[in-house]
Nanobody
Framework: QVQLVESGGGLVQAGGSLRLSCAFSGGTFSRYMMGWFRQSLGKEREFVAAITWSGGSVYYADSVKGRFTISRDNAKNTVYLQMNSLKPEDTAVYYC?????????????????WGQGTQVTVSS
């Protein structure tokens, strides 16, 4: 059974940076596209970023483009989200997710495995 475990969340001031990690186990990492989603209080879970199995293609929500970078290390079965120039509106629980290769990257329904989430809080 595939398991995803996020780490790296925390409290940071506006303008600061955080790096989230997501460790994948229980399956073949390279068979999955990996994504990051986030959910803030009272809002639906939204797409943040995704990366294909080879890392050859990456996708971002407009709200994070130019500030966040998704990457993966297939040798370590880990996906990362580097978050720079953080804003208070980036405050949310961030979830790592895995989708079979070929699925539409921004659709929550494409992702079959989810982590438990890690809290990111950006103070103004």
């Amino acid at each position: 059974q595939v398991q995803l475990v996020e780490s790296g969340g925390g409290l940071v001031q506006a303008g600061g940076s955080l790096r989230l990690s997501c460790a994948f186990s229980g399956g073949t990492f390279s068979r999955y596209m990996m994504g990051w989603f986030r959910q803030s209080l009272g809002k639906e879970r939204e797409f943040v970023a995704a990366i294909t199995w080879s890392g050859g293609s990456v996708y971002y929500a407009d709200s994070v483009k130019g500030r966040f970078t998704i990457s993966r290390d297939n040798a370590k079965n880990t996906v990362y989200l580097q978050m720079n120039s953080l804003k208070p509106e980036d405050t949310a629980v961030y979830y790592c997710a895995a989708a079979p290769n070929g699925k539409w990257y921004s659709s929550r329904d494409a992702y079959v495995y989810w982590g438990q989430g890690t809290q990111v809080t950006v103070s103004s």
